[in-house]
């Protein structure tokens, strides 16, 4: 299975209201990634975990939380976010983080909407 | 900073001719590595190719790596109209490990005419 999963593929939600993104890999691999994308723009790392700790956080707004609860799942939790927030978050996973010498595996996204 | 520049920023060409897609970074690098992205979805691995390689092969895509001009190139041979996608390349580097990332070029835009 070379899956990475995620879910919902699509969230519109206000402001005020909290919400999660979760992904799910089942190969075994040890660093997950959160990224986000623009239209028309490259993806933008957010946060990275290996061997479900956090490794890298890009100066990302506390309003996003990530949370590895084990080494198959990641979540974003969002709160309070902001219309500009609005965009492809994508979920990848790789083998592991060292040197970066593999490949990532990405989901095919949540398209969110805050408004 | 490393991220990659490809080059061109849009291509446009006939099913079964050949598409070349150029990448340039800046600084030291532990691979390069090139992602396809269609239209709203997840990026989907292509080819990664370390800085001790100088060429690989994939089916139709050739990828070559001259680090002394800091450089990539991805050729797609006998191009189809499912070829059509924004194409990434992506620098990874790190000393020790520590804090390795994946840093994204800006893409190309292949637009591939039936």
């Given at each position: 299975d070379t899956?990475?999963?995620?879910?919902?593929?699509?969230?519109?939600?206000?402001?005020?209201?909290?919400?999660?993104?979760?992904?799910?890999?089942?190969?075994?691999?040890?660093?997950?990634?959160?990224?986000?994308?623009?239209?028309?723009?490259?993806?933008?790392?957010?946060?990275?975990?290996?061997?479900?700790?956090?490794?890298?956080?890009?100066?990302?707004?506390?309003?996003?939380?990530?949370?590895?609860?084990?080494?198959?799942?990641?979540?974003?939790?969002?709160h309070a976010l902001q219309p500009e927030d609005s965009a492809l978050y994508l979920c990848a996973s790789s083998q592991a983080l060292i040197a970066l010498l593999y490949e990532q595996y990405f989901g095919p996204g949540t398209r969110l909407t805050v408004t | 900073s490393q991220q990659g520049e490809e080059d061109p920023q849009a291509l446009s060409i006939q099913e079964g001719e050949n598409a070349t897609m150029n990448c340039s970074y800046k600084t030291s690098i532990n691979n390069l590595q090139w992602y396809r992205q269609n239209s709203g979805r997840g990026l989907v691995h292509l080819i990664l190719i370390r800085?001790?390689?100088?060429?690989?092969?994939?089916?139709?895509?050739?990828?070559?790596?001259?680090?002394?001009?800091?450089?990539?190139?991805?050729?797609?041979?006998?191009?189809?109209?499912?070829?059509?996608?924004?194409?990434?390349?992506?620098?990874?580097?790190?000393?020790?490990?520590?804090?390795?990332?994946?840093?994204?070029g800006k893409g190309i835009t292949l637009s591939v005419r039936p």
């Open positions: 899956e990475v999963t995620q879910t919902p593929k699509h969230l519109v939600m206000g402001m005020t209201n909290k919400k999660s993104l979760k992904c799910e890999q089942h190969m075994g691999h040890r660093a997950m990634y959160w990224y986000k994308q623009k239209a028309k723009k490259p993806p933008e790392l957010m946060f990275v975990y290996s061997y479900e700790k956090l490794s890298i956080n890009e100066s990302v707004p506390s309003r996003f939380s990530p949370e590895c609860p084990n080494s198959s799942l990641l979540n974003l939790h969002l | 800085s001790n390689e100088r060429e690989k092969h994939s089916g139709r895509l050739r990828v070559t790596l001259d680090t002394s001009k800091k450089s990539s190139s991805l050729l797609i041979t006998a191009s189809r109209a499912a070829d059509t996608a924004s194409y990434f390349c992506a620098t990874a580097f790190s000393q020790t490990g520590a804090n390795s990332k994946l840093t994204f």
